[in-house]
């Protein structure tokens, strides 16, 4: 037998005991990632949270009674009356469709999960695909399976993802994370190398997948568009590139112009040009190669120079009659509040939304823990024997922590980025720390796999070369001190590990515990200490649905459209699609008015009132809370009311406006004996723990017919902007 084949067998073992314990790692990250997200269903059962995961959950159940052509041509009448909205055309359908296929395979097999189990356990069993793709990306850029495993641990308790994905968080970010993932290391696979290309195909789909499911798939088209100029501009760029990039673009794109949501934005939308560009780019840079190895030096560079002026000049020519036609759309509110302070969007609706806001640097300490100082670790080392992996962890790690400073709900985008990044350095630290202990450097190497035959001999022969006086004189012991330098930093970096995993872990359990209050239910306690459920929102939703005619409209701020939907089953006027700020403003108008003016707008839309007053149970993010905000977006349509009108002073006392507002007097009717006695609403229901109130609009109009509503309000718009 030769050394070869011996030192084959003796690898044999080690090798598949590695991969065993990977294997078995994975599996317990894995299960760790699933339980950690169930705190929730242990708590209060299998329940849908927040807001829009209502109408997530409420359009799945349409889907699966309805049926596929039914659900794309739906047209909902119990949402923004009287206006309505086409359901199938305004949506990312992509998690209603796999939330309907999950629950009609289980019922084929006989399983018997409701459509609520499958609804409220989606997002943890997502969780748990996401650390395999993180799992896989760090793989791709650090060759390391020790690292790969430590990012997917770090990814399955990140509270940074944790805070889309726990069971009942029925939102698109649920799935869409680990369509991310999926898309970038498939991606990363098909730039691997130089006959990788066939994986820009399932690439492509898992792409078209992230297009179906969110919104934010144009980070991920702009992602592996900027990493494709990358690698163009460091000289990276090859035939597989190319190819991999076309086919991806091509098909990925070809895939996202299907849904009517997104229409030819890919190819008209200013926040997807760039990837478009740099297809152009991609197809100059195959043209030049192609010819590069038929022209002599100088006609070549004759060439280069010709073409590149030429696509430069005619590219600008071509956008500039374009978007003088308008046939290029501007940027969105929501894009240009990444690149200009939030306050000045321009749309007041937009600046409204806590999770729009400017993320404060305290919350990345809460949603990413010891990752903050193990994240620029890993970072650093990316940066040398660079590839076409680092390059795009470079540059995904330096959009994604520039977007997640500017929106707190961006942090999830860099939650996979930190993982790997994260986990590099956690094994890189771990690694040098014990190579400066011997003993446990001996002890771990006895377990792990023989070093490869190359390796093997070459030492060998190192050691024979020695032997015989003929190899290099023997390296410069290193000073006894310096060692033990190394040794007493190894000690304290090992402990500080074990510390700031410890506390890690902890961290993200009591997070797991806080992110998974699914708001709709609210844990209290009584005088004497005694936990206590405060389901006073439910409460107040069941009793629209059983308490009112099926036909009843309700006037909410747009936060409870969802709800009001989804729970009450009742007709509402506005909702989370916060797609036409017209008509919010109305509402906000009718809610900051003084009652007779506001009963005038009521009598028109609505037979009830909800108001949220939490305020009374000691949690004061209810309606008058809100009520700058209403007045700002009713402002940015009737200019006569103005913001600054509703404060309240320094002693608690409210301005003039804000005391006759209907808010206001809808908020303490009967509560406080400062409030005079209501004219035209009459109150219907207040929840046990007066958190949520509802009147009754009394002397109402005659319902007229929805068209002949919705051109009145038309005419009475038109002759405003007249004015």
């Not at 430590?150 to 990814?155: E, G």
């Amino acid at each position: 037998m030769t050394g070869t084949e011996s030192g084959g067998k003796r690898q044999a073992g080690p090798s598949l005991v590695s991969s065993a314990l990977r294997v078995a790692a994975i599996a317990v990250i894995c299960y760790v990632a699933y339980n950690s997200r169930l705190n929730a269903v242990r708590n209060y059962g299998t329940v849908i949270h927040e807001f829009d995961p209502w109408f997530n959950f409420r359009a799945t159940q349409y889907l699966v009674d309805n049926g596929v052509t039914a659900f794309l041509n739906w047209f909902d009448d119990q949402c923004w009356y009287p206006i309505g909205r086409h359901v199938g055309s305004t949506i990312y359908p992509g998690m209603m469709f796999t939330a309907a296929l999950i629950y009609h395979v289980q019922q084929f097999l006989g399983f018997g999960w409701t459509l609520t189990d499958v609804c409220v356990y989606i997002p943890a069993w997502f969780a748990c695909l996401a650390c395999l793709f993180t799992y896989g990306i760090t793989l791709e850029v650090s060759k390391s399976p020790n690292a790969s495993v430590a990012a997917a641990a770090l990814m399955a308790i990140v509270p940074a993802h944790m805070m889309r994905s726990v069971a009942g968080g029925f939102d698109n970010e649920s799935v869409a994370v680990t369509a991310i993932v999926s898309t970038f290391y498939l991606w990363l696979r098909a730039t691997r190398g130089e006959k990788s290309w066939p994986w820009a195909i399932p690439a492509a789909i898992s792409y078209i997948y992230m297009v179906s499911a969110w919104g934010a798939y144009t980070f991920v088209i702009n992602m592996v568009g900027l990493h494709g100029f990358a690698l163009i501009a460091t000289g990276r760029f090859s035939e597989n590139v190319w190819r991999s990039y076309t086919i991806f673009y091509l098909i990925g794109t070809a895939g996202a112009v299907q849904f009517p949501i997104v229409g030819w934005q890919p190819l008209q939308s200013m926040e997807q040009l760039m990837p478009l560009g740099v297809f152009g780019l991609m197809q100059l840079c195959a043209f030049l190669g192609f010819y590069q190895r038929r022209l002599s030096a100088r006609e070549y560079v004759a060439l280069r120079n010709l073409v590149l002026i030429g696509a430069v000049v005619g590219g600008a020519i071509v956008f500039g009659l374009l978007n003088q036609a308008g046939l290029v759309a501007p940027f969105s509110n929501r894009v240009r509040s990444l690149f200009i302070p939030h306050t000045r969007t321009g749309n007041p609706l937009v600046d409204s939304v806590a999770e729009h806001q400017a993320t404060p640097n305290q919350h990345y300490y809460n949603y990413f823990h010891l990752i903050c100082l193990l994240g620029p670790v890993g970072f650093v080392t990316l940066f040398f024997k660079r590839s076409n992996a680092k390059v795009f962890a470079i540059v995904y790690c330096l959009a994604a922590a520039y977007f997640s400073k500017k929106m707190v709900r961006l942090v999830l985008l860099l939650s996979p980025a930190a993982s790997v990044v994260g986990g590099i350095g956690l094994v890189l630290i771990l690694e040098w720390s014990i190579a400066q202990l011997p003993f446990l450097s001996s002890l771990l190497s006895s377990s792990s796999p023989a070093q490869a035959p190359t390796e093997t001999a070459a030492a060998s022969g190192s050691k024979k070369a020695k032997a015989a006086g003929t190899g290099p004189p023997p390296r410069r012991k290193r000073d006894d001190g310096l060692k033990l330098v190394y040794k007493v930093v190894a000690v304290a970096l090992l402990a500080g590990l074990a510390y700031g995993l410890r506390e890690y872990w902890r961290h993200c359990q009591t997070m797991a515990e806080q992110l998974s209050e699914p708001q709709v239910i609210m844990r209290g306690r009584t005088q004497d200490g005694k936990s206590v459920l405060i389901d006073d929102f439910r409460q107040a939703y069941w009793w629209l649905r059983d308490s009112t005619p099926e036909d009843s409209r309700v006037l909410a701020w747009w936060d409870y459209g969802y709800q009001i939907n989804g729970i009450g089953n009742r007709t509402t006027l506005a909702d989370g699609n916060t797609w036409n700020m017209e008509h919010i403003a109305l509402i906000g108008k009718a809610l900051v008015s003084p009652e007779e003016e506001a009963h005038k707008i009521a009598r028109r839309l609505a037979d009830y009132v909800l108001v949220w007053t939490t305020r009374f149970a000691g949690v004061y993010g209810d309606d008058l809370q809100k009520m700058p905000h209403m007045a700002n977006i009713a402002g940015s349509v009737y200019p006569e009311i103005r913001m600054n009108q509703y404060y309240s002073d320094d002693k608690g006392q409210p301005s003039p406006a804000l005391r006759e507002s209907l808010l206001f007097r809808l908020t303490y009717a009967g509560k406080s004996p400062a409030v005079e006695p209501l004219k035209h609403f009459k109150e219907a229901y207040t929840s046990p723990n007066s958190m949520v109130r509802i009147y009754k609009v009394l002397n109402k109009a005659k319902r007229l017919d929805r068209e002949v509503l919705k051109e009145s309000l038309r005419s009475q718009k038109n002759k405003k902007q007249d004015k």
